[in-house]
């Protein structure tokens, strides 16, 4: 199992970022895919949980209306866009494939102007 993100950066409150994470060595479509994120010194949180047919299951209440789970299977791959950033929204963004579970090795995501 691989999963590898992409997609972060700097960007100004209000801004825009799209990540994105893909899979290898395992069924993509089968699985049950979310997006984390962790500061230093707090506990890593879930921020968006998607099943293998593209139906949400969950947004953290913080990001609700803001941030949109999606994938492609055909191109095995997990997305997470975001918009209207603000700065509590830095962190390291993590994909999980859930049954494991397995990480991805994190993206930087820094808002700030």
């Known amino acids: 199992v691989r999963l590898m993100e992409s997609g972060g950066g700097l960007v100004q409150p209000g801004g825009s970022l799209r990540l994105s994470c893909a899979g290898s060595?395992?069924?993509?479509?089968?699985?049950?895919m979310s997006w984390h994120r962790q500061v230093p010194g707090k506990e890593r949180e879930m921020v968006a949980d998607?099943?293998?047919?593209?139906?949400?299951?969950f947004y953290a209440d913080s990001v609700v209306g803001r941030f949109t789970i999606s994938r492609d299977n055909d191109k095995n791959t997990l997305y997470l866009q975001m918009n209207n950033l603000k700065p509590e929204d830095s962190a390291v963004y993590y994909c999980?494939?859930?049954?494991?579970?397995?990480w991805g090795q994190g993206t930087q995501v820094t808002v700030s102007s």
């Open positions: 998607i099943k293998g047919n593209g139906e949400v299951k």
């Open positions: 999980r494939r859930n049954f494991g579970p397995f």
């Open positions: 060595g395992f069924t993509f479509e089968a699985a049950a």
